[in-house]
């Protein structure tokens, strides 16, 4: 084939994936790098990439500290309550005490934050959500990326990462193609900063047609967060809390300006209230999770889902009352028009004004991803001076892998770090990737040509298997030798949906059905490598996202089915484990794929707390316990006191 | 609603084509105009819309779900710094324009460059600070917080 191989050598800090985690690595690693070569690679354009690209109309993570408002360890408290305790609270505690720094930045640079005009503070939409006018969220940040970089590769897909072949499990950089000239692109690295994706549409969306691109996370999010570091090796952590959102029908317009600022409310199909009956039956699943405050968003999500399978359905979003006051119906709006253009476009459509008439809401299908209320991603280091020993090796958000760090999505263990605490994370390893290059870490990195050409060859093969086959039919889609990139995609989405708890099946799984998703998305992978063909280069990129999909998938199979419990309904339901268990599975799960085999060795691993679980029970009159070392009930079998100086 | 190009306004420029998250919006060869070729991987995002120069490009609702005969249009000028939309419903009883700032300052004029400011010293290398820290943190004289400062200690809570 006659694309060019295109080498960038000697580059100190590649960045892979511009969204918020990867702008702020890039922005943040000239500062601490004033002599690095600091490169960036993004499969669209940096102006209008990953996950923010639409805008924002809020900042879900602002700890307002400066306004005397919240504290780090606030948000640790709330993002563990959350997730049923499932966080890493070292690096949660380290991204809320860093991401106020980012939003003051982000209003320098120009970033229309609202403010409160009685208080002079910014104006909350709930406790931990600023309001802004973010349509041009992105390119403002991109813009403060742009100038710290040396150069920006648009429009490169990064498919794999470059391993050392001198020290075992060490980075040495990346290799994609181009999607517009359909070159080979080598970036040798001393360390590569992964600001990737999480996936959308690994799961059948509730759309059958052109919908489907109206998916809740954006449809180029396609795990290759995980695709890329799964396949290196690096350890995984939290695979199986996928995550599912409760939004306003078909749209999938956000619900969170509506409920904390615009006080809306839901109600069923009959217009009465719901949520609270349900609660009570939830104590035989969750125990005391369900006396927790606020009340975490998979258990109102399983009030939700219970309603409508008792046949009460729809939920409505009670919305004639607030709209009645103009200002409030114009923020509406303005929410959606900032962020979810097409929920606008479909009350339109179907002539819905939320001022006379309650829009339906529905439970969206399944997402993986590591930044909104879910902490899917790498197991990642910790920082120095808050860690425990078992989640610090040396370099604050480095993966398992020596040189491999990560931001956003790729970090596991930080839910609700959402745009600003993305952004944050990408600083803190931005730095922390400068200080393993001047420790010498990255010197006398060896990738031979050997591996180059292979993930070349590896790169166009779905193009030679359409090259070879195409003029096996005389024309259309089905050939006995391959299938295309959407095809594969829609094989992907229906076994996930049937066998992984997606939104057909009411998201129940168990171990029976996991068993044969794990076997049939076996089958899955090995028809792509063999058999994936993509006519030009555009679906040779569709081939790759999907590739990144089918490998963050076989990743949270295995973690569905090793968590032996239902520890966020709502989200997911082991049928076979419907009860959430303490005694076994207070852990966090970790995982690794091997490289060479394919296999997959899971483990629990130690969570660690930094505030105690009482605290976290209402009515918790909250402030001044809050601060407290804490003492812990003696629930654990085995509890050690560790302080790290 | 997945975005169109109208036939008369496109001048196949690729400025859509260039800005789009999707890599969905290209040229046809033969009329040399744009086009969405995937209509089921647009996200509505807008983005070829705001940044097309003919406001060549609009969306009509996504064929599952949406009928026909409404429309939102937008108009964004980094100049004046402002965005501008308008509703228009179905059935035309609801027709109105909003108004957003995009920006509170001369476009672009905000964002620093790194590679002019002053580097960090050693000693901030060797703690946990980022870069404006800890001033931009609650523009105080404090600094980070710390487990030590929060009175926190990091406690192993698990059992096997």
């Not at chain 2, 400062?149 to 990091?154: E, T």
């Amino acid at each position: 084939m006659a694309y060019e191989t295109i080498v960038e050598d000697e580059i100190d800090v590649l960045v892979v994936g511009a969204g918020l985690g990867g702008t702020g690595a890039a922005f943040e690693a000239r500062y601490w790098g004033k002599d690095k070569k600091i490169i960036i690679a993004e499969k669209a354009n940096i102006d209008r990439s990953g996950a923010v690209a639409q805008g924002l109309y809020a900042i879900n993570c602002y700890m307002g500290t400066r306004f005397g408002e919240n504290n780090p360890e606030d948000h640790v408290r709330y993002a563990r309550n959350d997730l049923m305790g499932m966080v890493r609270e070292d690096l949660l505690f380290d991204m809320a005490r860093h991401v106020d720094s980012a939003v003051h930045q982000f209003e320098e640079w120009g970033l229309p934050i609202m403010r409160n005009e009685k208080t002079g503070t910014y104006q909350r939409e709930g406790k931990w959500q600023i309001m802004i006018h973010g349509e041009s969220y992105k390119p403002i940040v991109a813009e403060a990326a742009k100038k710290s970089a040396d150069q920006v590769f648009n429009r490169v897909c990064v498919t794999h990462l470059l391993m050392d072949e001198k020290d075992e499990n060490r980075v040495g950089g990346a290799v994609g193609f181009n999607v517009r000239t359909g070159n080979y692109h080598v970036f040798k690295s001393k360390t590569v900063i992964v600001g990737a994706g999480g996936a959308s549409n690994i799961y059948k969306p509730r759309s059958v047609g052109e919908g489907a691109g109206r998916v809740w996370y954006a449809p180029w999010s396609s795990g290759s967060a995980y695709g890329l570091m799964i396949e290196a090796g690096a350890e995984m952590m939290q695979m199986e809390n996928k995550i599912v959102l409760a939004r306003f029908k078909d749209g999938y317009g956000p619900v969170g300006a509506y409920f904390l600022h615009l006080k809306t409310y839901t109600q069923n199909g009959n217009g009465e209230e719901y949520e609270s009956k349900w609660f009570p039956g939830l104590r035989d699943i969750v125990g005391k999770y369900i006396d927790h405050e606020p009340i975490p968003t998979c258990l109102r999500n399983h009030a939700f889902i219970s309603e409508v399978n008792a046949g009460r359905g729809p939920i409505y979003m009670v919305t004639t009352e607030a709209f009645q006051d103009p200002h409030l119906e114009e923020i509406g709006w303005h929410n959606f028009l900032g962020m979810t253009v097409s929920q606008a476009v479909l009350w339109a459509a179907t002539d819905v004004d939320p001022k006379y008439e309650n829009p339906e809401l529905t439970t969206s299908e399944p997402y993986v991803m590591g930044s909104h209320a879910t902490g899917c991603g790498a197991w990642c280091s910790g920082p120095r001076d808050v860690s425990p020993d078992e989640y610090f090796w040396g370099y604050n958000r480095m993966t398992t892998i020596q040189g491999l760090f990560g931001a956003g999505d790729a970090v596991g263990g930080t839910p609700h770090a959402f745009s600003s605490g993305s952004f944050t994370e990408g600083r803190l390893a931005a730095k922390a990737a400068v200080e393993y290059i001047n420790d010498g870490k990255g010197e006398g990195i060896n990738i031979s040509d050997t591996q180059i050409e292979k993930r070349r060859a590896q790169i166009y093969q779905p193009m030679e298997t359409y090259k070879v086959y195409r003029n096996h039919i005389t024309a259309g889609t089905v050939n006995p030798y391959y299938i295309n990139p959407r095809q594969g995609l829609d094989r992907l989405q229906k076994l996930m949906d049937e066998y992984c708890g997606g939104a057909g099946v009411s998201y129940m799984t168990n171990d029976n059905l996991l068993n044969i998703g794990i076997k049939k998305l076996g089958l899955l992978a090995e028809d792509w490598d063999g058999g994936i063909a993509a006519k030009d280069i555009h679906e040779l990129l569709r081939a790759w996202e999907l590739k990144h999909r089918i490998l963050t998938s076989e990743s949270v199979l295995h973690h569905t089915l090793f968590r032996e419990e239902t520890r966020w309904p709502g989200y997911y339901y082991r049928g076979d484990k419907m009860q959430l268990d303490d005694e076994n599975w207070h852990v966090l799960t970790v995982s690794r794929r091997n490289p060479e085999t394919g296999e997959y060795k899971l483990r629990k691993a130690p969570i660690y707390h930094l505030v105690d679980e009482e605290e976290e029970k209402k009515p918790a009159k909250k402030k001044t316990v809050a601060k407290k070392p804490a003492t812990k009930k003696p629930a654990a079998k085995k509890k050690v006191t560790k302080a790290k100086s | 609603m997945p975005t169109y190009v109208h036939m008369t306004r496109c001048d196949g420029c690729g400025q859509c084509v260039d800005i789009c998250p999707s890599d969905i919006m290209h040229i046809d060869t033969d009329i040399r105009r744009a086009y969405n070729i995937e209509p089921d991987m647009c996200w509505e995002c807008y983005s070829c819309v705001k940044a097309c120069p003919h406001n060549a490009i609009s969306v009509r609702g996504y064929a599952d779900f949406a009928p026909l005969g409404s429309s939102v249009r937008v108009r964004r000028d980094e100049e004046k710094g402002v965005i501008a939309w308008r509703i228009i419903f179905r059935n035309g009883k609801k027709d109105w324009d909003l108004i957003a700032p995009i920006t509170t300052v001369p476009w672009g004029e905000g964002i620093p460059d790194l590679n002019t400011v002053e580097g960090p010293a050693d000693s901030m290398r060797d703690s946990q600070l980022l870069y404006n820290e800890p001033k931009y943190v609650r523009f105080d004289e404090g600094g980070l917080h710390t487990l030590e400062s929060n009175k926190l200690v990091m406690k192993e809570g698990v059992y096997y």
